[in-house]
């Protein structure tokens, strides 16, 4: 750490309290700097996920950048933030989160929601159904099963958009409110060390959302955060845009 | 100004560009810092105006804090980024603009829109259909009927709230884009001396969103922050909602 960036982190520790919105700060805690994504000039960023990136968009919105097309979630408030501290970038955001997907959805649905969309930067939220879907024993997945299609997913990624700079969102959820109980551990945790292991092999940012979610706890109840354990409330949603814009320089 | 403050200023100067969605450093420019608002425990804040504020809020939604009825515009975003902040105070955060209003439609639903939600922090943004509905001749009213109506319904709040925190924002319009030509003006600038005058006159805090729009032209186009000279983008509803977050210590 270079002496400037001594400075500002001693500085900011001093003054992070009146910061509002501060992004700096907590990037500290979360990833180190200089792995951090610096945007460029006409970058595509694509937001992929489940119900909680999503987040009610209207799926008929197929433009980058449409507010009806982002969702009420965090993908939403990271995109507006981003285009407007970007404005002059010409970044282009897209939303193709969808409601109840596991990694076997998106891989069905990955050339025309992801490939053909020719993303710089790639966010993927995945996994919480991964492991839902299979408590009423329907889905017969497991997290080996979670582990091999998503790296399938991303070998295909990579193949097709090799210069693609993934960023991967642990899947996360907050025990004791509502859906999320005793009975998901310690089954649930094998699925996010597969998200974790998988950042790693992959070389992509990863957003320890569980870690994110259990700080907040020290601030507010588990449903303050999340409706249900899972799903986002409009604190949470700030709070996942948060840590989401950590992975920028 | 005092030392810590001083060194605050300073150093913000200087790192400024690294700190993405810092209100501090914008506040500065904006508002003087003694007169920002300190959020309490409990305090209730109530968006209130047209559809910049409503933006597609679900108008069935009564409850505080409800990602559905606050709409995808700035008062979300802005009402996500304090329930995250400010967590673990009990902030109950209302949005009630409604999509077309003036003041005189204010006035009729201002018992059960504000009055009966008993808002500790109220802020309004309205005018722009005040004026805008008179250019076809339909509705006749002037930047005086506007100032009267308006003080009308502030004297109403003082009187039933009268320890109310008022924040006024200024009704803006993009030029040259779609809806907003040079025929706006000059009368749409009194509407707009109308709102500044009037927040000085009652003491409010003063959001100059037309100055937050003038700025934000010089980083990107009109239509980049605005759909049509009045309504936001994606990009819009954040500098909206920056500039509100300003108002806060």
């Not at 933030?81 to 990955?110: C, D, F, M, T």
């Not at 790693?200 to 249900?228: H, M």
């Not at 799903?231 to 996942?240: C, D, E, R, Y």
Request: glycine share 8%; aromatic share 8%; net charge positive.
């Amino acid at each position: 750490m270079n002496n400037r960036r001594k400075f500002l982190k001693q500085t900011l520790a001093t003054i992070g309290t009146t910061l509002i919105g501060s992004q700096l700060l907590k990037a500290e805690s979360i990833l180190p700097e200089k792995s951090k994504i610096t945007l460029q000039q006409n970058d595509v960023i694509l937001f992929q996920g489940d119900s909680i990136t999503d987040h009610g968009r209207n799926r008929d919105v197929l433009i980058p950048n449409d507010i009806n097309g982002m969702g009420r979630g965090y993908a939403m408030v990271a995109a507006s933030a981003i285009l407007n501290q970007y404005a002059g970038k010409n970044i282009a955001i897209y939303n193709r989160g969808i409601s109840g997907h596991k990694v076997p959805q998106l891989e069905e649905r990955w050339q025309k929601d992801c490939i053909d969309l020719k993303p710089n930067i790639l966010s993927i939220l995945i996994g919480v159904n991964d492991y839902w879907h299979t408590r009423d024993g329907k889905y017969k997945g497991t997290a080996v099963s979670f582990k091999e299609s998503y790296q399938r997913l991303l070998d295909n990624t990579l193949k097709n958009l090799p210069n693609v700079q993934l960023i991967i969102g642990e899947p996360f959820a907050v025990k004791k409110v509502k859906h999320v109980d005793d009975t998901w551990y310690p089954e649930f945790l094998g699925y996010q060390k597969v998200a974790r292991d998988i950042a790693k092999e992959y070389k992509a940012l990863l957003i320890p959302y569980q870690e994110v979610f259990d700080k907040a706890e020290k601030r507010a109840a588990g449903n303050y955060w999340t409706t249900d354990g899972v799903h986002t409330t409009l604190a949470g949603v700030n709070l996942m845009a948060e840590a989401w814009l950590t992975t920028l320089k």
